[in-house]
């Protein structure tokens, strides 16, 4: 039996323009798909287009090309006033959690909100508010603080409950965890495992940092300049990395067993312009392993093995 996709993301692109002929491609081409009680990983750089695809899928931004469909509904062609009706059904949670707070509000009206906006009865609002609470770990006496008496841990939660609170189908959580400390910040990924476990919500995990990463993602998508260049189930990338710049992220993060003495792999050079992008492999004139072919095409994403898909011709030579 196959797994099935809540959410099914096919070659969305989008493009800002910039300037007299300049069209920036923060998303390029990018699909993938989600499992119900799933979470995906989106890695990359700063500039990698993370927080475009976030917002796109979500459309909290239009994309420029491609399509969305969230449970058979096509997202992406739904009217304002449809799109209003499934907002309850795909939420974000924000980076920054005190700046995407009301601070006039405490935190059970931060939680009712969404509760209040899909018209449900006072009674079921109650109720809920008080299950999210605690489904996040807050305490019971913050139910009446505002948001600046929080902690910025306590704060991400209130978010993650507020999010949550009408039990959306999926959430796209995006640098949840980059304004904790690191032992805040594994505190509130087993939150999230242990909502997920309970509510089986399907998560799109943003983040720079590969630890977090690891934590809590089934699977992780690695993004540079706009492309997904490769998928994998979590252990499979940590393990096995099919394309050169995968490669390069992951060995600047993983330890390497000082006995075997592993040099780490570097890419060298800057990340180019995603300004009217040439054809080719993004990472062409900056790769290793780059022949004259690479700057032909941009390879598709390919599956080299079941579940594992890299966007390089020259997989197989990665060592
Ligand atoms: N509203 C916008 N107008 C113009 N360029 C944008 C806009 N939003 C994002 N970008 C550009 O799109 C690219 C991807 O940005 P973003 O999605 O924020 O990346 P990430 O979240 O991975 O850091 C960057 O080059 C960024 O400067
Ligand atoms: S397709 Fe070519 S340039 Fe691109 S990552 Fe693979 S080897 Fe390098
Ligand atoms: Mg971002």
């Keep these: 039996m196959g797994m099935s996709y809540i959410l099914e993301v096919e070659n969305l692109t989008k493009v800002f ?14 699909s993938f798909s989600l499992g119900k009680g799933e979470t995906l990983g989106l890695v990359g750089e700063s500039g990698s287009g993370k927080t475009t695809v976030g917002r796109c899928v979500l459309r909290l931004i239009e994309p420029t090309t491609g399509k969305v469909v969230l449970n058979g509904v096509d997202v992406t062609s739904l009217s304002d006033k449809d799109l209003r009706k499934l907002r309850s059904e795909m939420q974000l949670v924000f980076q920054d959690p005190f700046g995407s707070l009301n601070p006039r509000l ?10 209040f906006l899909h018209g449900e009865e006072k009674q079921t609002r109650r109720i809920r508010v008080e299950e999210m609470r ?10 009446n603080y505002y948001p600046a008496d ?43 495992r242990d909502i997920q476990t309970e509510l089986g919500t ?19 998508a690695i993004m540079y ?20 710049y995968s490669k390069a992220l992951l060995s600047a993060v993983l330890f390497p067993d000082p006995a075997k003495k592993l040099d780490p792999f570097v890419i060298e050079g800057e990340i180019p312009t995603a300004i009217n992008p040439e054809p080719g492999c993004p990472l062409s004139g900056r790769c ?15 599956a080299v093995k079941e579940n ?10 990665l060592s």
């Design 17 to 30: 323009n910039v300037g007299k002929d300049a069209d920036l491609y923060a998303v390029n081409n990018v």
């Design 106 to 115: 405490t935190v059970d009206e931060v939680i009712n909100e969404p509760l």
């Design 134 to 143: 605690e489904l996040v770990g807050l305490e019971k006496d913050v139910h």
């Design 150 to 192: 929080l902690t910025a841990s306590e704060q991400q939660r209130v978010g993650i409950a507020r999010a949550l609170a009408t039990k959306p189908s999926f959430v796209v959580l995006d640098e949840p965890t980059s304004m904790l400390d690191p032992s805040a910040r594994l505190e509130l990924i087993d939150v999230l």
């Design 202 to 220: 399907s998560f799109i995990f943003i983040s720079h940092d590969l630890t977090s990463v690891a934590r809590i993602s089934h699977r992780v």
């Design 225 to 244: 300049l706009g492309h997904i260049i490769e998928v994998a189930p979590t252990d499979t990338l940590l393990s096995t990395q099919r394309h050169p």
């Design 288 to 302: 290793p392993y780059h022949k004259e072919v690479c700057d032909k095409v941009t390879p598709e994403l390919l």
């Design 308 to 317: 594992h898909l890299s966007r390089c011709v020259h997989w197989d030579q």
